[in-house]
């Protein structure tokens, strides 16, 4: 069922690779809600990926963009003020990579050019792409950012390895950079912390299923799916929400806030 809440909005998804990527989800929910928008991803992502029938069905041209590219992200903005004649009005940054977790190497063994990679696509992108819109006055008045984080950032999931230590400096971007974009254009920024979800980046945590299954039974509502994830962002892009920065805010079920629950006690005591 669909709102209207985000009619005569325009937005930029990044992240869409297939059709279990929250922000292919995202896309769909943003347009059914009125939306107008521009798809990204890496240009070796879009030969991997399917994105093509996204941008199909969602009406959306797709403009390929590095996001450790200074050149692709400033490329991206002006090609998207361009293609919408101004700014846009909410941006979606679903975009997560770890070489130590792809290649499995411990976290006390981390190698550091591929922490480095990691954190730049995972973390730093997140600061790129609001330096190049700030440059480009490519966000329109009260716009919304919203980036996808996970409660690693806080806790300790031993196998989410250097994705952690991406996560809290994405959160911590967010913050930073909420403070500069509020204050100059009204321009918010926050992150939404995910359930794990069945994703091609969530299958590439060590363990992945046992995460799922107990976060599951650790949450009091269950894991959120990526629909209800993608619902989520879009009230986060909608003028409901216009008060809402610099915030991390959990989409998890309860799971943050719980302790342990009936269901791991009773599992324990098998
Ligand atoms: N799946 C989960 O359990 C879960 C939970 C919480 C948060 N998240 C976060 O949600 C976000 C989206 O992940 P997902 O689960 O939908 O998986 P996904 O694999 O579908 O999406 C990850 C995306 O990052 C893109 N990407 C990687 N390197 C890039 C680069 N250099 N330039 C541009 N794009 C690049 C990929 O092409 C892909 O589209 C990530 O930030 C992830 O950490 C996922």
Known sequence: MAY???????????????????????????KAEGADLILTNAPIALRMGTINKLAEEVGAPVIPADVTSNEDIENLFIKSKEHF???VDFILHSIGMSLNVRKNVP???????????GLD??????HRVLQYA?????INEWGSVVALSYIAAQRIFPDYNDMADAKAMLESIARNFGYQYGMKKHVRVNTV??????????????????????????SPLGNATADECANYCVTLFSDL??????????????????????????HMED
């Not at 869409?16 to 929910?29: G, R, V, Y």
């Not at 915030?247 to 806030?257: A, E, I, M, Y």
Request: a positive charge; proline letters at 1%; charged letters at 15%.
């Open 121 to 126: 696509i995972s973390a730093i992108s997140l």
């Open 193 to 218: 912390s995910q359930s794990p979800t069945r994703t091609t980046a969530g299958a590439g945590i060590k363990g992945f299923n046992g995460f799922v299954t107990y976060a599951e039974k650790m």
């Open 134 to 138: 700030m440059k480009h006055d490519a």
């Open 241 to 266: 929400t216009k008060m809402v920065t610099m915030q991390n805010l959990f989409h998890d079920g309860g799971f943050s806030s719980t302790g342990v629950s009936q269901a791991v006690i009773d």
């Open 4 to 30: 209207n809440l985000l009619k005569g909005k325009k937005g930029i998804i990044f992240g869409a690779l297939d059709e279990n990527s929250i922000a292919w989800k995202t896309a769909q929910h943003c």
């Open 107 to 117: 976290y006390t063994e981390n190698n550091y050019d591929f922490t480095h990679k």
């Open 85 to 87: 004649g101004g700014g």
